[in-house]
């Protein structure tokens, strides 16, 4: 139900948009956040926006060179990626909370999509 895309292979310093397609009313009234695994590392929280797209937040490690956005349809999430570094390199999910309470823990999320491969060479 949540379909993730846009990754690929880039130079450091580049930039990427990935994308988050929901099915049906996978995001409907919810958060929706993006998270990474490297490899041989735990998940770890990226950016997450409300479902109004009024609010946002970062992970420190990507606040200034990341941003994450609503399509005007409200069944897509963007996350914008600039100024890319090679410890940027890792597998990117979205996945959506179903509860109203904000959290950066994925353990707290409940529908994933199936994760885009991110690659910054050096």
């Known amino acids: 139900q949540l379909q993730a895309s846009g990754g690929g292979l880039v130079q450091a310093g580049g930039s990427l948009r990935l994308s988050c397609a929901a099915s049906g009313r996978a995001f409907s009234g919810y958060a929706v956040g993006w998270f990474r695994q490297a490899p041989a590392k735990e998940r770890e929280f990226v950016a997450r926006?409300?479902?109004?797209?009024?609010?946002?937040y970062y992970a420190d490690s990507v606040k200034g060179r990341f941003t994450i956005s609503r399509g005007n349809a409200q069944n897509t999430v963007y996350l914008q990626m600039n100024s890319l570094k090679p410890e940027d390199t890792a597998i990117y999910y979205c996945a959506v909370r179903y509860d109203s309470r904000w959290s950066d823990d994925p353990a707290r999320y409940d529908l994933w999509g199936q994760g885009t491969q991110v690659t910054v060479s050096s």
């Open positions: 926006i409300s479902w109004s797209g009024t609010m946002t």
